[in-house]
């Protein structure tokens, strides 16, 4: 029988809260609480709208102005109307604060390296971290258009064609697949998706065209840390909708009959079986959706 899952939970929740410094008056011991560093941390990786921030953070309004003025009064972040909306802020760090900002993203990776070098397994470590993570921040899921061959993509096509290898039977060769060129995949030709939480990337899709009305989906993947949230289902949503603004009108896409999850995916969203369309030595299911 399982320990008590509420148990687990808590304990998990301290052994965070203690890593991290959650509590501690001096986060990483440079004189202010969690709250405001993260505040400085995000305004630091490019975050300059408050209202954004606020609802990146989760912070509520009046505790927003409070870390903020307090960053302020020490001369590490400025405030002013936005150029456009002035009932919006715009929030950017000073020379100091910029100084102050890469103190903390020393400090914290040096926390990070430490913790992960006294692990015996780093990489468990890290997948079960990336999948609390995941799926807590389930809500602030983003899909952004990019080129296949951005560090990015290139990372999403890897691990895709790693988990190939692993669930095909016979393995997984790409150079014996029919590998999209990465143009097809680029508009005005097709799209390539990858869905990020907070910056990192969780899942691709790409859409290989021909400037035709028919055209491919392909390379469909999702993180196991993310399955389960609806990322897949929102890929191809998004994928979809790509195509239309191309004009496309019918797509088609092969997939394994190994891939179940992606089986189901496609035959829950409108897809209908069909024959056979090209000599991929990998597929054995074929599928086609008008649009």
Sequence with gaps: MPFDPVLRFRRFSRAVTSEVGAVDTSFLGRGRPLGAARVLNAIGHGRADVAEIRDYLG????????LLRSLEDEGLVTTRPHSVDARRRVARLTEAGEREFRQYEDLSNARAEALLARHPRPEALLAAMDLVASALGRDRLSLREADPRTAEARHC???Y???????????????????????????????????FSDGLPLGCVG????????AEIKRLWVSPAARGLGLGRQLMEAVEQAARTLSIRVLRLDTNSALSEALRLYRRSGWTEIGRFNDDPYPDLFFEKRL
């Design 59 to 66: 912070l509520d309004s009046g505790l927003m102005s409070r």
């Design 157 to 159: 096509l890897s691990e």
């Design 161 to 195: 064609y790693a988990e190939l290898a692993r669930r095909f039977e016979r393995g997984f060769d790409v150079a014996l697949s029919r590998d999209p060129d990465a143009a097809d995949m680029i508009r005005p030709r097709g799209v390539f998706l990858i869905g």
């Design 207 to 214: 859409l290989k065209g021909s400037g035709g009305e028919v």
